[in-house]
């Protein structure tokens, strides 16, 4: 019988993601000998129960990882600094310690430092989600063909990298490994930026007086529904996320602004040479996305 990656796996955070990985794991094998869910939420922990989620359950951090040769930090990267300060007395000799944040300089800033020597930290990224939350959100298959995204740190032991790395191609992601603060860029376009721009449009739907936001509502096209689909996600997570990739979404937002600005001077002056030209370049991304089946 093969070994599991982990005799003892812990993941800390029973919302969307962390369920996922539980479900993954039960499904598809070879990751945890024990798999043990922990929340300080004690209605998503009864509800992890509820639905068979792990093997134990604990509502401290710092007892769930007693003993544990792997720990996954699932909770609003706002929480690591907290977290880890709970949980790093704790590791054991030989732990991988990971996360599932999307911004990974502010992890590296939180979670680095408090790592006991003879532990490692291996931070990573599943760039997978739905705008659902909580331990019933979770889907096995979650994961299957999106990308995890890998950023240890200089130094880090490779076998500790490899491990992370076969835990997410298990659960059917691809891997890549890159810089903190490239990932932090580049999440912040593809991610954070269309997480930012869903929830203002809908504010400014919102904000309408009540005759028209009643018919925004009804007559809602397939574009803003899309829109509503985005901002329905968790609040908390991503007022976290915004506030931790603050430098480079900003740097984004600057460019689209400058971007939006040539649109509507385009739209005004009737430019449509220009405004054709945008739609065309858009659509050669939306037919990119499709060729490498990530749309």
Not at 115 to 132: D, L, R, S
Request: charged share 20%.
């Amino acid at each position: 019988m093969v070994e599991p990656l982990f005799k003892r796996l812990v993941i800390i955070g029973i919302g969307l993601i962390g369920s996922s990985i539980a479900r993954g794991a039960k499904a598809f094998g070879g990751i945890a000998g024990t798999l043990v869910i922990c929340d300080s939420n004690p209605a998503a922990l009864a509800r992890a129960a509820e639905l068979g989620l792990g093997d134990a359950y604990e509502a401290s951090a710092a007892q769930a990882v007693a003993g544990a040769d792997g720990v996954i930090l699932c909770t609003p990267v706002g929480t690591y600094a907290a977290l880890a300060q709970t949980i790093a007395p704790h590791l054991a000799p030989g732990c991988v310690l990971s996360d599932v944040g999307s911004t990974k300089q502010s992890v590296l800033r939180d979670v680095e430092p408090l790592v006991p020597a003879n532990a490692v930290f291996v931070p990573a990224h599943p760039i997978a989600g739905t705008e659902f939350s909580g331990p019933d959100a979770g889907l096995a298959d979650l994961f299957k063909g999106r990308w995890s995204l890998l950023t240890p740190p200089a130094g880090t032991a490779e076998a500790a990298v490899v491990k992370i790395e076969t835990m997410w191609k298990i659960l059917g992601a691809q891997t890549a490994r890159m810089d903190a603060a490239h990932h932090d860029r580049v999440i912040a376009i593809v991610s954070h930026l269309p997480h930012l721009i869903a929830f203002t449009i809908c504010g400014t739907a919102d904000d309408l007086a009540d005759e028209t936001r009643g018919e925004v509502l009804q007559f809602a096209a397939s574009g803003f529904r899309d829109f509503t689909r985005i901002a329905a996600s968790d609040p908390v997570m991503w007022r976290d996320i915004f506030l931790n990739n603050k430098d480079a979404l900003l740097e984004m937002f600057s460019r689209f602004s400058e971007d939006a600005q040539a649109m509507a001077r385009a739209v005004r002056w009737g430019d449509a040479d220009y405004i054709e030209d945008k739609i065309n370049r858009s659509r050669k991304i939306r037919k990119s996305l499709i060729d490498i089946k990530q749309a």
